[in-house]
């Protein structure tokens, strides 16, 4: 089984940025594709960005796109999110996720492991 934990949240300004980090442990993440999901209250967790296992290759919600960046470092076990230009409306708990042979990106179901979550606060 595999460990997630993030880091990185902070309450930021409108227009500043912030990067998340996602360590593993317990597992090699090189084999799994990798996520964000952010979830405000009140909300159903939705998908903000994913990484291919094999290709590297991203995906990220019309929301961010542009603006954040999805990115890995195998031999580091780790999985970052560059947030830029961030809006009140990206204020949420931001999540990693971690999942074997996904075809559906943007599905919360199709992750294996998810790690306990980071806050992250946009002021205006």
């Known amino acids: 089984q595999v460990q997630l934990v993030e880091s990185g949240g902070a309450t930021v300004q409108a227009g500043g940025s912030l990067r998340l980090s996602c360590t593993a442990s317990?597992?090699?993440?090189?084999?799994?594709?990798m996520a964000w999901f952010r979830q405000a209250p009140g909300k159903e967790r939705g998908f903000v960005a994913a990484?291919?296992?094999?290709?590297?290759?991203?995906y990220y919600a019309d929301s961010v796109k542009g603006r954040f960046i999805i990115s890995r470092d195998n031999a580091k076990n780790a999985v970052y999110l560059q947030m830029n230009r961030l809006k009140p409306e990206d204020t949420a708990l931001y999540y990693c996720?971690?999942?074997?042979?996904?075809?559906?990106?943007?599905?919360?179901?199709?992750?294996?492991?998810w790690g306990q979550g980071t806050q992250v606060t946009v002021s205006s």
């Open positions: 317990g597992g090699t993440l090189s084999r799994y594709s």
């Open positions: 996720a971690a999942g074997e042979d996904i075809e559906i990106f943007t599905s919360p179901s199709k992750y294996d492991y």
């Open positions: 990484i291919r296992s094999v290709d590297a290759y991203t």
